[in-house]
């Protein structure tokens, strides 16, 4: 059973930077699209990047400019750089772990808190 542990969150002032990292453990089948998702009180959970076993990138679009996302496979590691943080990039930021080929699968880590905040 694959799990998706994620490090890195906290609280931060705006302008300032964070780096979440998404650990992947158990067997993971390829290809794969890997995640984050974020969710504010009140609001839909929605897109931030997902980054593909080649590596395409695909960001959502209040944080293009701003967030990097990268992966190694041989870790099965993802991380998101997130550099001028704004006050609306407060949520729980959840990993995600998408089949993309004939084998279809969906997982979620718990979240981790992101606070911008002065």
């Known amino acids: 059973q694959e799990r998706l542990v994620e490090s890195g969150g906290g609280l931060v002032q705006p302008g300032g930077s964070l780096n979440l990292t998404c650990a992947v453990t158990?067997?993971?089948?390829?290809?794969?699209?890997l995640g984050w998702y974020r969710q504010a009180p009140g609001k839909e959970r929605e897109l931030v990047a997902t980054?593909?076993?080649?590596?395409?990138?695909n960001y959502g679009e209040s944080v293009k400019g701003r967030f990097t996302i990268s992966r190694e496979n041989d870790k099965n590691v993802a991380y998101l750089q997130m550099n001028n943080l704004k006050p609306e990039d407060t949520a729980i930021y959840y990993c995600?772990?998408?089949?993309?080929?004939?084998?279809?699968?969906?997982?979620w880590g718990q979240g981790t808190q992101v606070t911008v905040s002065s």
């Open positions: 980054v593909t076993t080649v590596h395409t990138t």
């Open positions: 158990g067997t993971i089948f390829k290809p794969n699209a």
């Open positions: 995600n772990l998408q089949g993309l080929g004939t084998i279809k699968y969906d997982f």
